[in-house]
Protein backbone atom coordinates (compact mmCIF):
# COMPACT_ATOMS: atom_id res chain seq x y z
CA UNK A 1 0.00 0.00 0.00
CA UNK A 2 1.32 3.76 -0.87
CA UNK A 3 0.37 6.39 1.02
CA UNK A 4 0.75 10.22 -0.13
CA UNK A 5 -0.04 13.11 2.02
CA UNK A 6 0.38 16.13 0.68
CA UNK A 7 0.89 19.69 2.40
CA UNK A 8 1.27 23.22 1.63
CA UNK A 9 -1.93 24.65 -0.51
CA UNK A 10 -4.12 27.39 0.99
CA UNK A 11 -5.05 30.93 -0.29
CA UNK A 12 -2.39 32.97 -2.34
CA UNK A 13 -2.31 36.75 -3.83
CA UNK A 14 -1.43 36.84 -7.90
CA UNK A 15 2.12 37.12 -8.11
CA UNK A 16 2.65 35.26 -4.76
CA UNK A 17 4.45 31.50 -3.98
CA UNK A 18 3.60 28.39 -2.95
CA UNK A 19 5.25 25.43 -1.50
CA UNK A 20 3.39 22.09 -1.85
CA UNK A 21 4.41 19.18 -0.72
CA UNK A 22 3.99 15.28 -1.10
CA UNK A 23 5.30 12.57 1.54
CA UNK A 24 5.26 9.14 0.27
CA UNK A 25 4.96 6.02 1.83
CA UNK A 26 5.05 2.50 1.13
CA UNK A 27 7.97 1.83 -1.36
CA UNK A 28 10.88 2.66 -1.91
CA UNK A 29 10.17 6.29 -3.12
CA UNK A 30 14.02 6.63 -5.22
CA UNK A 31 12.26 4.04 -7.70
CA UNK A 32 9.23 5.85 -9.00
CA UNK A 33 8.31 8.69 -10.85
CA UNK A 34 5.70 11.06 -9.35
CA UNK A 35 3.60 13.40 -10.19
CA UNK A 36 1.79 16.39 -9.68
CA UNK A 37 -1.99 16.92 -11.20
CA UNK A 38 -4.54 19.42 -10.70
CA UNK A 39 -8.22 19.89 -11.47
CA UNK A 40 -10.50 23.05 -11.15
CA UNK A 41 -14.25 22.79 -10.75
CA UNK A 42 -15.69 21.33 -14.06
CA UNK A 43 -12.85 20.77 -15.43
CA UNK A 44 -10.54 17.50 -16.07
CA UNK A 45 -8.06 16.53 -14.08
CA UNK A 46 -5.04 17.99 -15.60
CA UNK A 47 -1.09 16.91 -15.52
CA UNK A 48 0.69 20.26 -14.22
CA UNK A 49 4.54 18.42 -13.68
CA UNK A 50 6.02 15.50 -13.21
CA UNK A 51 9.60 14.37 -12.05
CA UNK A 52 11.79 10.65 -13.51
CA UNK A 53 12.47 8.33 -11.48
CA UNK A 54 15.94 9.39 -11.57
CA UNK A 55 15.02 13.20 -11.18
CA UNK A 56 15.45 13.87 -14.77
CA UNK A 57 14.45 14.90 -17.16
CA UNK A 58 10.99 16.40 -16.06
CA UNK A 59 7.95 17.79 -17.93
CA UNK A 60 5.58 20.97 -17.24
CA UNK A 61 2.29 21.86 -18.65
CA UNK A 62 3.18 24.77 -21.03
CA UNK A 63 0.84 27.23 -18.49
CA UNK A 64 2.95 26.39 -15.91
CA UNK A 65 6.69 26.48 -17.65
CA UNK A 66 8.52 29.16 -16.34
CA UNK A 67 6.97 29.42 -13.09
CA UNK A 68 6.73 25.99 -11.41
CA UNK A 69 9.34 23.43 -10.40
CA UNK A 70 8.94 20.18 -9.45
CA UNK A 71 11.65 18.62 -7.64
CA UNK A 72 11.93 15.55 -4.94
CA UNK A 73 14.09 14.74 -1.84
CA UNK A 74 14.76 10.99 -1.64
CA UNK A 75 16.23 10.88 2.06
CA UNK A 76 12.61 12.35 3.07
CA UNK A 77 10.65 10.59 0.70
CA UNK A 78 8.68 13.89 -0.53
CA UNK A 79 8.24 15.66 -3.84
CA UNK A 80 7.89 18.89 -3.94
CA UNK A 81 6.01 21.60 -6.55
CA UNK A 82 7.49 25.38 -6.25
CA UNK A 83 4.48 27.49 -8.03
CA UNK A 84 5.40 31.21 -8.20
CA UNK A 85 3.94 34.05 -9.94
CA UNK A 86 0.74 32.34 -9.39
CA UNK A 87 -2.23 33.55 -11.76
CA UNK A 88 -6.22 33.10 -10.48
CA UNK A 89 -6.48 30.56 -13.32
CA UNK A 90 -3.60 28.54 -10.91
CA UNK A 91 -6.83 27.90 -8.57
CA UNK A 92 -7.66 24.36 -8.46
CA UNK A 93 -7.29 21.25 -6.26
CA UNK A 94 -3.89 19.54 -6.56
CA UNK A 95 -3.08 15.89 -6.71
CA UNK A 96 0.15 14.42 -5.85
CA UNK A 97 0.63 10.74 -7.91
CA UNK A 98 2.65 7.90 -8.07
CA UNK A 99 2.68 5.24 -10.76
CA UNK A 100 2.01 1.35 -10.08
CA UNK A 101 5.54 0.25 -11.48
CA UNK A 102 9.01 1.44 -11.12
CA UNK A 103 11.96 3.23 -13.10
CA UNK A 104 9.06 5.47 -14.99
CA UNK A 105 10.48 8.24 -16.93
CA UNK A 106 8.28 11.03 -18.66
CA UNK A 107 4.82 10.14 -17.06
CA UNK A 108 2.09 12.03 -18.13
CA UNK A 109 -0.79 10.78 -18.65
CA UNK A 110 -3.17 10.38 -15.26
CA UNK A 111 -4.07 6.84 -16.49
CA UNK A 112 -0.48 5.92 -15.89
CA UNK A 113 -1.29 6.81 -11.91
CA UNK A 114 -2.53 4.71 -9.32
CA UNK A 115 -1.76 6.14 -6.61
CA UNK A 116 -3.28 9.41 -5.81
CA UNK A 117 -3.28 11.87 -2.61
CA UNK A 118 -6.17 13.77 -1.19
CA UNK A 119 -5.20 16.16 -2.45
CA UNK A 120 -4.63 19.92 -1.58
CA UNK A 121 -6.80 23.57 -2.29
CA UNK A 122 -4.91 26.54 -3.98
CA UNK A 123 -6.60 29.55 -4.38
CA UNK A 124 -5.50 32.34 -5.91
CA UNK A 125 -6.98 35.45 -5.51
CA UNK A 126 -6.70 38.48 -8.27
Known amino acids: QVQLVESGGGLVQAGGSLRLSCEAS????????MGWFRQAPGKERDIVAS????????YYADSVKGRFTISRDNAKETVYLQMNSLKPEDTAVYYC???????????????????WGQGTQVTVSS
Open 26 to 33: GRTFSMYA
Open 97 to 115: AAPRGPYGINLVSPTEYVY
Open 51 to 58: VSWTGAPT
